[in-house]
């Protein structure tokens, strides 16, 4: 069972996201914002069951991109996935590990 805590958002993260909104509310700013999508399994996903979350430098409150929020179904596959990947990544050879490794710096 996945714990509570991590289906929501942090009360600093809400803070957070509650001046970034208030800062620069324009809709136009909003569309122009990139989207960081989740990887499960080696796949973008560009939408999840709890949305997104606006980016926001910490000190001028500027946006920067909108992320997109694991819920708990993401939350779910994500383990399974990494379940699956963890023989296949297990049974690799280290000078293997290490040229997958460099090659996703």
Same mark, same amino acid.
Request: charged residues 25%.
């Given at each position: 069972?996945?714990?509570?805590?991590?289906? #929501?958002?942090?009360?600093?993260?809400?803070?957070?996201?509650?001046?970034? %909104?208030?800062?620069? $509310? *324009? =809709?136009?700013? #909003?569309?122009?914002?990139?989207?960081?999508?989740?990887?499960?399994?080696? %796949?973008?996903?560009? $939408? *999840? =069951?709890?949305?997104?979350?606006?980016?926001?430098?910490?000190?001028?409150?500027?946006?920067?991109?909108?992320?997109?929020?694991?819920?708990?179904?993401?939350?779910?596959?994500?383990?399974?996935?990494?379940?699956?990947?963890?023989?296949?990544?297990?049974?690799?050879?280290?000078?293997?590990?290490?040229?997958?490794?460099?090659?996703?710096?």
């Amino acid at each position: 069972m996945i714990p509570r805590y991590l289906g #929501r958002p942090s009360r600093h993260l809400n803070a957070s996201v509650s001046k970034c %909104r208030r800062h620069l $509310s *324009s =809709s136009a700013t #909003r569309a122009a914002l990139p989207r960081v999508p989740l990887y499960i399994g080696g %796949r973008a996903v560009e $939408s *999840s =069951s709890v949305g997104t979350v606006t980016n926001c430098h910490a000190k001028t409150g500027e946006k920067s991109c909108e992320v997109v929020v694991a819920g708990e179904e993401e939350t779910y596959n994500a383990i399974r996935s990494s379940k699956e990947a963890f023989g296949v990544w297990r049974d690799t050879q280290p000078y293997e590990r290490r040229k997958i490794l460099l090659k996703a710096r």
